[in-house]
Structures are given as structure tokens and as C-alpha cells.
């Protein structure tokens, strides 16, 4: 399987800072790799796929960038509605799909 | 507008086997795309568990592949998750999701059903 790493475990920031999510794959997944956003008691929502497209509807704050093993979500201005727990997920390989740890972005 | 509801019995006895239906409105599991199931324990990560198309091709993840069957009946436009020989380990809050057509990544959800495998 291949491995996904995501850091840190956790995070406290401001409203309005600037902040970076990194996530680590154990081998080259080329630009396969998607981020999800994750509130209490709701599923997953996507945000960003292959690395750094935009889903919609998401806002322009939030950015995906890497490739091969290591990528990362910046999200440029944190607002009140971005404090959540965010996942990576490889879809390189298409029989085995694997998801980070997560990240959990908490209220400084 | 695509939306998935999860629905089953919440609880199921160690060793029983564990059962969800993901019903799909707004579009079709004709669509050629593929449809996964993901659990969650309480206060812990995603596992992607596997995946079916609409012609009943799965893919399993491998450590659970001896124990899970997933399913599609197009007539009802549902998606089924079987798992047996269930443990605690097995507690989880079970999602199904779409695999985005055009788009990497799963991009419609459920809401999710937390099944708890207890006695």
C-alpha cells in the first residue's frame, strides 16, 4: 500500500493567517493526490483534486500544489469556517486508494 | 442535485455481519463511474474499504478483501455493503461516496451511518 503522511497532527491559528498542510506520500504518485475538508459529525468534503484543481464552489483561498511525493494545501487568509480536519487521499493506485492521517486545524 | 443516504441497523452482534444500503438520487449508477465505501472509527482517520461500478466489477481493499462484498441494483438505484465476521474493530460510521466523473477524487457523500458492532 502506499503510505500517506500528513503534518502537523495538528495546528492552531488565527483568523486571517496563512497556512500550510503538508502531506507525504511513500512513493511517486505523480499528481494523484486529492485534499478533503472535514467537519464534526459530517462527511468529508472535497476541496481540492490532482493536486491542485479546484472543486466547486470551494473557495480561491484554499491551494494545492507538489507532486511525485510531496504536496501541500495552503489556505491564504484562515476564516471562522475553515477550522476543521483536513485529509490528503492518493488515487495513484486505483486498487488500493489510501487517505492521510489528517490535520486538525484548530482556533488559536 | 446528487445526494447519498446510508441506512442499515446500527448495531450488529461480534461475529454477525454488518450490512448498509447507500441509496442514490439525482443521478445514476449507470454513470460510468465508480461508487466507494469509506468507514471512520470514532475519533480517527478515513479507511477507503473498496469500490463497485454499475456492472458489478469491484475493487476490494486488500485487508479487508476476505470479508466484505459490495453490490449495485440499478432498479433501486442502491449501492450495498456487506461485511462479516465482525469484530469491535469494525465500529465505525460507514460513508458512501462517488468517485468524481472528470474530477479526481470522490466528490459526493453521504451522510454517513455510525454502525456498532457489540453484544
Known amino acids: ?108 | 442535485q446528487v445526494q447519498l443516504q446510508e441506512s442499515g441497523p446500527g448495531l450488529v452482534k461480534p461475529s454477525g455481519t454488518l450490512s448498509v444500503t447507500c441509496t442514490v438520487s439525482g443521478d445514476s449508477l449507470s454513470r460510468s463511474t465508480w461508487w466507494s465505501w469509506v468507514r471512520q472509527p470514532p475519533g480517527k482517520g478515513l479507511e477507503w474499504l473498496g469500490e463497485v461500478f454499475h456492472s458489478g466489477n469491484t475493487n476490494y481493499s486488500p485487508s479487508l478483501k476476505s470479508r466484505v462484498t459490495m453490490s449495485v441494483d440499478k432498479s433501486k438505484n442502491q449501492l450495498s455493503l456487506k461485511l462479516n465476521s465482525v469484530t469491535a474493530a469494525d465500529t465505525a460510521m460507514y460513508f458512501c461516496a462517488r468517485a468524481g466523473v472528470g474530477v479526481g477524487g470522490f466528490d459526493y457523500w453521504g451522510q454517513g451511518i455510525l454502525v456498532t458492532v457489540s453484544s
Open chain 1, 1 to 108: 500500500d502506499i503510505q500517506m503522511t500528513q503534518s502537523p497532527s495538528s495546528l492552531s491559528a488565527s483568523v486571517g493567517d496563512r497556512v500550510t498542510l503538508t502531506c507525504r506520500a511513500s512513493l511517486n504518485i505523480k499528481k494523484y493526490l486529492n485534499w478533503y475538508q472535514q467537519k464534526p459529525g459530517k462527511a468529508p468534503k472535497l476541496l481540492i483534486y490532482t493536486t491542485s484543481n479546484l472543486q466547486d464552489g470551494v473557495p480561491s483561498r484554499f491551494s494545492g500544489s507538489g507532486s511525485g511525493t510531496d504536496f501541500t494545501l495552503t489556505i491564504s487568509s484562515l476564516q471562522p469556517e475553515d477550522f476543521a480536519t483536513y485529509f490528503c487521499q492518493q488515487t495513484y493506485d486505483t486498487l488500493m486508494y489510501t487517505f492521510g492521517q489528517g490535520t486538525k486545524l484548530e482556533i488559536k
